[in-house]
């Protein structure tokens, strides 16, 4: 059985492509950083295989089976990032606080273009209407994920800076890795709306620039090594 929004779907699972894996890093903040991780992993390994392999998707149980396993790993994401804000806020870290909240609306973009898709999959459950309009409602890949990504740079350069004390240089190092990793995904992202906004269609950046997709890919997937880098060094000097 084939889901009746397959093209739709491979829009949400390709279009944001460095935005949800880029708001995982923070979220484990020396809370749960196995969970965080997890979450980056998942979201990761999804939307890669959405770009490579979009025919998978076309089967309405595995579109199910991983737009459920976005939702969830969406929740973990917004919960860990309300835990360092109130870490923050204990501390009174107030622009890391400031920072934290803009990652929580941040993370909460992320997970409603997640709900479109899952919408979609699971369309007999909701009104005919809604079906609709989410179907046409192109914000969901386009303004969305570009808020998110910049949003989530925004934090990250935020973060940098706070880290002036001599023992924290190796983190500061990691999260400048992790600015110019966060800045291609913005970057990355402000191209599909500038080309939304001019041609009023939805197209992926990897289309907008068909001669280097391969070339696009690599970059995202540098980007988000970058990121996982930042979180992995963020975790070592907590529990070090």
């Not at 894996?21 to 484990?28: C, L, P, R, S």
């Not at 950083?33 to 998707?57: D, H, N, R, Y």
């Not at 969830?72 to 860990?80: S, T």
């Not at 950046?205 to 690599?218: G, M, N, P």
Request: glycine residues 6%; hydrophobic residues 60%.
């Amino acid at each position: 059985m084939t889901t009746p929004a397959a093209t739709d779907l491979r829009g949400l699972l390709v279009v944001d492509l460095g935005t949800q894996y880029a708001w995982a890093e923070i979220a484990g903040a020396g809370y749960s950083p196995p969970f965080a991780a997890m979450a980056l992993a998942v979201q990761f390994v999804l939307k890669t295989l959405g770009t490579v392999v979009p025919e998978l998707f076309r089967v309405l149980i595995v579109a199910q089976a991983t737009q459920v396993i976005s939702v969830l790993a969406g929740i973990v994401i917004i919960v860990f990032f309300i835990l360092l804000y109130r870490d923050c806020q204990r501390e009174g870290r107030e622009k890391l606080k400031m920072a934290s909240m803009l990652g929580i609306i941040g993370s909460c973009i992320g997970l409603l273009t997640t709900l479109k898709g899952f919408i979609l999959v699971f369309q007999t459950v909701f009104s005919p209407h809604m079906v609709r309009s989410i179907m046409t409602a192109h914000y969901f890949e386009t303004v969305l994920p570009w808020i998110s990504s910049a949003l989530f740079l925004f934090f990250i350069i935020v973060f940098w800076e706070e880290m002036r004390l001599p023992e924290q240089t190796k983190l500061r190092r990691a999260a400048l890795v992790a600015v110019f990793g966060a800045a291609f995904v913005a970057l990355a992202a402000t191209l599909v709306v500038v080309n939304y906004l001019i041609a009023r269609e939805v197209t992926f950046l990897s289309d907008l620039i068909a001669s280097a997709s391969v070339i696009i890919l690599l970059l995202l997937a540098l980007s988000a090594l970058a990121v996982i880098y930042f979180f992995l060094v963020y975790y070592r000097e907590q529990t070090g």
